[in-house]
C-alpha cells in the first residue's frame, strides 16, 4: 500500500479524493476501482476549472503509478461512468407539460383534462402522468439517448430527444426533434393546436349564391330578366328581321313546345 | 322536364363538399366506439360518502379505473405501461387511489372524483422481493399514512404528498417477506416471512418510526409452500412444500408458537396436493385440492375443524367488516345454470347474512372472482352487493338477487377478427321494426333543409341528431346494398367468440368456445385465430357462413391443436375437434368444395401439411392443385426462412390420406451475428388489384411487379433489438428483404444504417411501406418501396402490341423470373406506430391510404402519394399534373384526416380494414382496449350520396322548377295572345 499514501500526499488539493484512497483496501481489485473512482471524481472537478486542467489529474496519477502497470489506466477511463451516480446507472428524468392559457378553450375541454395527457418514453416503453401541476418524472432511466413523447387529445406535442449523461449526474439535455430547437429545461409546449373536425360555415346569402346551385338560378335569373330588355334596345327593323329568320328555320316557342301552345 | 331534373341532379352531384373529414355532428352517425378495462384483479368499493357511488378496479391489462356502482359506466380510466403492472390498489383518506406498480417500485395517488395523479414516488430497495400495500389510519407527524413492502424495503409514505416518512431495509438474501400485518389499533407493525423457507421469522416495528422492536424465528424441519393465509392478525395458516402438512403458526407478543396438523387428519380421503387460497378472512382458512375447496377453521390454540368441503368451484371473497369487531365474507357457487351467493359472518359459519340464488347466462363460464360491499337498507339491516369477474372476463354487479349491470370486459383482449356476411333479406320478412311511412320520410327531410339552411332551432337540431343516430337503417340484422352491414367476429383471450354488428356495435352473439375450455387433457388453450370456414356464395345459400376457430393446448408450438367451426349467424359451435397434431401455421387455400367450405392446410410442427375438411370430396380438389402448394416459414430465433412444397403422403404408421409431407424447396438463413429477424409482413390474400398497368407522365407506363407470394422480411443488428437508446448508431443496422415466397428469391434488399426497430411494416400491390427508428437524426422514419416488371416496359411499343409481339398476356408467375426494378424513399414521421394497415376495397379502383395508428392511440390516415418513390423536390409540370406532391423531409400530419377524431383507441392493437361492397368504402375496425369501427372513404365517397344529401332540397327545386315553367309558360301564352291582338 506504498503507493496509495504516495498518492494521498500527492493529491492533497483533492480532499475528495484522499478519502477515496485511503479506503483502498489491499486487495487489488478493489484498489483499482477506488483509483477509478476518484479519477472521475478529480476529472469532473478540473473541469470546472477549465478546459486546460482536464489532463492534470490523469497525469498526476499515471506519474504516481508509474510501477503499476498501465491496464491501471485503461480501467481509469473504462469505469468511469459507472460510478457518477448513487444508485449504479438509474437516474432520473424531471420534466414539465406546459398547455400555455388561452389554447384550448373550444373543443376539448373535457373535466380534468390535464389528466387525460400521458408521457411516453421510447414508445411506449415507460408510461407516466402529469401531477396537477404538469410537473412529470421517469425513474430509474439507465443513461444514454432517449425520446419523449406526449400524447393529448387536442395538441400537436414534438417528441424530444433527452440525452441522459453518465458523466453529470442530473443533467439532461433536450431537444425537439420536430424542428431541432434545443430545450435549456425540459419544459414541454404543444407546436400547435389540433382541430379534429371541419367547421360548419355558418349560413350566408353569398355562399348560398357562390354554389353552384346559386349560380345557376342567378344565370336563369340573368336570362329571363335581361334578354327581354336586350330585345327592347334592338332595332325593330332588325328584330322583326330576325323573328322572320326563326320562324322561317322552325325554332319553336317555348309555348308550341308544350301541350298548350299547339293551338296556333 | 327530364333532361332538366336530370342536369339539376348532376350538378347536384358535383355540387357535393369535398369531406374527407368529419364535422362536429356527424360523429357516432358511420362510427362507433367501446371502452373497455380488460379482467378486473382487485377492487374496491368506495360508497361511504354521499355522492356517487364508485368502485375502484385495477385489471390485469395494467389498467386503473373507476366505475359507476349503479351503471357500471366508466368515470376515469389510465392505461399504465406494459411493464407497470399494478400490484395492488386502495382508498386513502376517502378521497386519493393509492396504486402499487411495476414491481413495488412506483407508488402513485390519483384523485378519486376525476382522476388527476396527486403524487408519484418512486420506491427502491436493495432486492426484488413481494410488493405489499397496506393502509392504515395510521397518524405520523401529523400525515396520514400508507405502510408498503416492496424490493426488500418496509416504507411508510405519507399520503399526502408521497413522501417516504421511514423506511427499513430487509436485506437478509433468503427472506422471503409474506405478510404485512398491523393489528388493529396499535401501532406497531408485524412483518411475517419465511427465511431459506424452513424458517419462521417475525419482525416487530415501531410503526411511528420504523425501528425494530423485536425480531423472532423459529425453524421448522419442513418447508414451506409459497403463500400464507392470515388467520387473525397474530396468526398465520401455512402449508409445507409436500402440501400435505398445516402449520398454524401464531405470534403473539413476539413469542411464535407453532402447531402441525396433517391434512388427513381433517380429511378421511387423501386429497392430493393441496393450496392456500389467499384470504384475509378471520379465523377461517382455505384450502384448495384438485377436487375440492376446503374450508378449515381455526379454534383457540392451533385446532383446526372442517367446516365445509365444497365439490363446486367455489369463490370465497376477502373479508368486509360491516360494524364493529364484525367481519362477513362472501361465497359463491355454482349450480347448474344458477349461481349461489352466500354471505356469512366470520365468526359464525353456519349463519347466513345473505342467500340469493342468480339465474347466470352459460356463456360467462365460471366466477373467478367476488368482491362485495354492504350498505344499510332502510331497515337498518345489512344489505350487499357483490362484484364478480367471470370466466369470460366479463364484470357484473350483483344486488338483491339480480344482476344489475354486466360489462363485456373480454372484449379489451381481442387476439383474431374476422368478418361474417348478414342474411339476406328475404320477400314477405320485413325485418326492419319500424318502417318509416312517407310522411315520416319527407318530415325528417325537411327537418334536415332546415339544419343545413341554419334555420334550425336548438329542438330540431336535437331531433336531427337523433333521427340520423338512430336510424334503423344501419343495425338491420341482413345484408345491405352497400356491403356496411357486417358481423364483426372477435376471438378473445378468454376463449370467448362474439359477434359484432357494425352498424352500432351491439353484441348479436357471443360464445364461451368449448374447445379452449381449460379440461384434463388440455390444461393450458390459447387461442391462436380465425378463418372463414365456410362463405356462401351461389351453389349453397341455404348455409349459414362459419368460422372456424384454431387453438392449441398449451403456449409453445409443438402443443396439440384445437379447432372448433361456429355457425356465424347464430353462434352455436357445431363442431369441435381436438387434434393429434400440433399446429405451427395454417393456410386458408383458395379452393372450396361444392358446399362452398374452403380447404385449409394445417402445418404441424414436424412440417407435415394437414388438410381440412377430411373429405373425399376435398381430397380430389387438392390432388390437382397439389403441385402448386407452396408455404413457409420464419424462424426469428435462428434467422432462417424457409420454402416448402408437398411431398407425398405421411410415409408414418398410420394411414391418413389427409396428411402431407413435405420438402424443403429452398432456404435462407441469415447471419445471426449480424442480423435479427424482428417484423415480416405479407399482401393480405384477398386484396384485390385493378390495373397492373400505372400510367405516368408523358404518356409512359410502367408495369406493377404485382405477386401474391411477396414477403416482406426485417432485421435488425441483434444488438440493436432492444430499446431505443440503448445503442450508438455505429453499432445499429436494419436490412429490408423483398422475398419471393414460391422460389426463395430476394427481390430487393436494402440497409438502413444507423436506424433500429421496432418495425412496423405494411405490403400491398406492389408496394411496402415500413416504420423504424432513425439513430442518427433521432426521429422515426418511414420508407416506400416500390416493385416493378421491367420485363413488361418494353410493351410501350403500339406496333408491337398489334402485331402480336408481346408479352401482356403471359401470366405473373414465380416460375418466371420476371427483371424488377424498385424504386424507394424515406420520410421523417412525428409519432411512434402501434399498427400501421392499408385500406381495402372490394375491386383496388379507389386510390390506397395508411391507416396509421400512433403512440397517442389515434388512428390517422395518411394518403400514399406521400409515400411516393417519385416524389421530387422540384416536379415537372407533368409530374404535377399527375398527381405528385413536391418532396418535403417529413410526412404531414393533418388533425382533420385522424379518422378517430377526438377519440382514443386506448391500447391499440391492430387496425382491420374489410371492404364494403361500395367501390369507395373501406371498413376499418381498430381494436385494443377499446373498439372504434367507422367507415373511410379514402378518394371520398364519389359512388353515393352523402348521408347529409338533401333530397327535400332537390323535391322543392324540381317543384319550383315545374311551378316556374308553369308560369313562364301561362305569361307566354298571354304575351303571344297580346301580340296577336295588337
Redesign the interface.
Known sequence: MAFSCKNSSKFNGFSGCIKMVMVGTSAIMMQRRTLAMEASLCVKKSKKKGADSVTRPNSQISAAMAAVTPLLLLLLLSSAPSFSSG?RNAY?INGRVKIPQGLGTK??AL??R??NV?V?L???????????DGYF?F??I?A????I?V????Y?F??V?VDVSARNPGKVQAAL??NRKGLSELVLEPLRE???????E??SIMSLLK???GL?VGFMLAV?FLMPKLVENMDPEEMRRAQEEMRSQGVP???SL?P??AR? | MAIMSFIFAFFFFSSLQPILSLYEDQVGLMDWHQQYIGKVKQAVFHTHKTGRKRVVASTEQNIIATLDLRSGEIFWRHVLGPNDVVDGIDIALGKYVITLSSGGSILRAWNLPDGQMVWESSLHGPKHSKSLLLTTNLIIEKDNSLIVFSNGRLNAVSCIDGEVLWKKDFEEESLEVQQVIQPPGSDFIYVVGFAASSQFETYKINAKNGELLKHESTAFSGRFSGEVSLVSSETVAALDSTGSILLTISFHNGKISSQQTPVSNLLEDSPGLAVIIHSSVTGIFAIKTDAATIFIRVIGEGKLEVVEKTNHETVVSDALSISEGQQAFALVQHAGSNIHLTVKPAHDWDSNLLKESIKMDQQRGFVHKVFINNYIRTDRSHGFRALIVMEDHSLLLLQQGAIVWSREDGLASIIDVTTSELPVEKAGVSVAKVELNLFEWLKGHVLKLKGTLMLATPEDIAAIQYMRLKSSEKSKMTRDHNGFRKLLIALTRAGKLFALHTGDGRIVWSHLLQSLHKSESCRQPIGLNLHQWQVPHHHALDENPSVLVVGRCGPSSDALGVLSLVDSYTGKEFSSLRLVHSVAQVIPLPYTDSTEQRLHLLIDADKHAHLYPKTPEAIDIFQSEFSNVYWYSVDDDNGIIKGYALKTKCSGNVADEFCFDSRELWSIVLPSESEKIITTATRKLNEAVHTQAKLIADQDVMYKYISSNLLFVATVAPKASGEIGSVTPEESWLVVYLIDTVTGRVLHRMTHHGSQGPVQAVLSENWVVYHYFNLRAHRYEMSVIEIYDQSRADNKDVWKLVVGNHNLTSPVSSYSRAEVITKSQSYFFTHSLKAIAVTLTVKGITSKQLLIGTIGDQVLALDKRFLDPRRSVNPTQAEREEGIIPLTDSLPIIPQSYITHSLRVEGLQSIITVAAKLESTTLVFAHGLDLFFTHYAPSRTYDSLTEDFSYALLLITIVALVAAIFVTWILSQRKELQDRWR
Request: aromatic share 10%; no cysteine; proline share 10%.
Open positions: 444508485s432520473n373543443g376539448y373535466p380534468g390535464m389528466s400521458k411516453l421510447n414508445g411506449g416503453q415507460n408510461i407516466t402522468f402529469l401531477r396537477p418524472s425513474h430509474n439507465p444514454g439517448t432517449h425520446l413523447e400524447s393529448a387529445i387536442g400537436f414534438s417528441p430527444r426533434t420536430e389540433e382541430q379534429y373536425y371541419e367547421i360548419r355558418p349560413f354554389s353552384p346551385m345557376m329571363a316557342s317555348l309555348s308544350l298548350g301552345g296556333n
